[in-house]
């Protein structure tokens, strides 16, 4: 079974602080996904990285993927409520099936 | 742009009805796949389906039957609800396999009493 573990699993920081979440697994996968998820709604993808060492930004976000393909990291500058909410990532098998982590849930206070 | 809509929004059932959860999406895609989503357990897949009449199981299939007759729609269905199926459920699609992620409904909020 592959695990991805996510960290932390809650985060709670003052609006305009910077922020590192991770994601972590056991295994190489061929993809990998980051989604932002609000209460009440279905998670929205916010990228996906496939290349080793691929870093990819998304406005105030920042997307990197390890070089050996088992671990990747979303950074936030200048947080703000507006960032409120469960962050996912998903890998992708070679096999093409995906697996979620557990989520960061992180909340930016006014 | 409607992209995947999932009904009803929510749901409850006594232990052993029946019902089926409705998922369509609008945007020509092959694969859709239903999660359920329960706390601290993360987005654990049910079934998934490649195309039109072909589906797989995925995770926690038990107690959970699939049917894809168009590349429209994905219905879920549940054969006999039992309490450990409270969840929240989300229909997901893409237009080629899981590489490029997913398009997620809003999701069901299913409870059994």
């Known amino acids: 079974t592959q695990l991805l573990e996510q960290s932390p699993q809650f985060l709670s920081i003052q609006e305009g602080e910077n922020l590192t979440v991770y994601c972590n697994s056991s295994?190489?996968?061929?993809?990998l996904q980051w989604y932002r998820q609000e209460p009440g709604e279905g998670p929205v993808l916010l990228v996906t990285?496939?290349?080793?060492?691929e870093v990819k930004k998304l406005k105030r976000l920042t997307f990197q993927f390890g070089d050996a393909r088992k671990d990747s990291s979303l950074h936030i500058t200048a947080a703000q409520p507006g960032d409120t909410g469960l962050y996912l990532c998903?890998?992708?098998?070679?096999?093409?099936?995906?697996?979620f982590g557990d989520g960061t849930t992180l909340t930016v206070k006014p | 742009n409607a992209g995947v809509t999932q009904t009803p929004k929510f749901q409850v059932l006594k232990t052993g009805q029946s019902m089926t959860l409705q998922c369509a999406q609008d945007?020509?895609?092959?694969?859709m796949s239903w999660y359920r989503q329960d706390p601290g357990m993360g987005l654990r897949l049910i079934h998934y389906?490649?195309?039109?009449?072909?589906?797989d199981q995925g995770e926690v299939p038990n107690g959970y039957n699939v049917s894809r007759s168009t590349t429209e729609d994905f219905p879920l269905r549940l054969l006999s609800a039992a309490p450990s199926q409270t969840s929240v459920y989300f229909c997901?699609?893409?237009?080629?396999?899981?590489?490029?992620?997913?398009?997620f409904g809003s999701g069901t909020r299913l409870t059994v009493v």
């Open positions: 389906s490649v195309g039109a009449g072909i589906t």
């Open positions: 997901a699609s893409s237009y080629r396999g899981a590489t490029y992620g997913y398009t």
């Open positions: 990285v496939v290349t080793g060492g």
């Open positions: 998903s890998q992708v098998t070679n096999a093409g099936k995906s697996t």
């Open positions: 295994s190489v996968f061929s993809s």
């Open positions: 945007m020509n895609h092959e694969y």
